[in-house]
């Protein structure tokens, strides 16, 4: 199984547009079709790089005050 890093390494490759889809797959020994599906989910979730840790911060202090609530009851 290929690791996050390398597929990252392999999109960020693909938006440089210095190189072919083909000369791509055979750079990194990967199928052009399977490049072409990373580009397309990192593009389609590229937003999460930047709103990610603000959800993420609303929901830990959404379930915090859950859990606070439940420790002490009013």
């Known amino acids: 199984m290929l690791d996050d890093a390398f597929?990252?390494?392999v999109v960020l490759a693909t938006l440089r547009e210095d190189k072919t889809l083909?000369?791509?797959a055979s750079e990194f020994d990967v199928h052009p079709n399977q490049i072409s599906?990373?580009?397309a989910?990192?593009?389609q979730n590229a937003?999460?790089?930047f709103s990610g840790p603000k959800e993420e911060r609303k929901e830990i202090e959404r379930l915090e005050l859950e859990y606070g609530h439940h420790v002490h009851p009013a």
Do not use: G, M, P
Request: glycine share 0%.
């Open 47 to 49: 937003t999460s790089v």
């Open 37 to 39: 599906q990373w580009r």
């Open 7 to 9: 597929k990252t390494k």
């Open 22 to 24: 083909a000369e791509l």
């Open 41 to 43: 989910f990192f593009l």
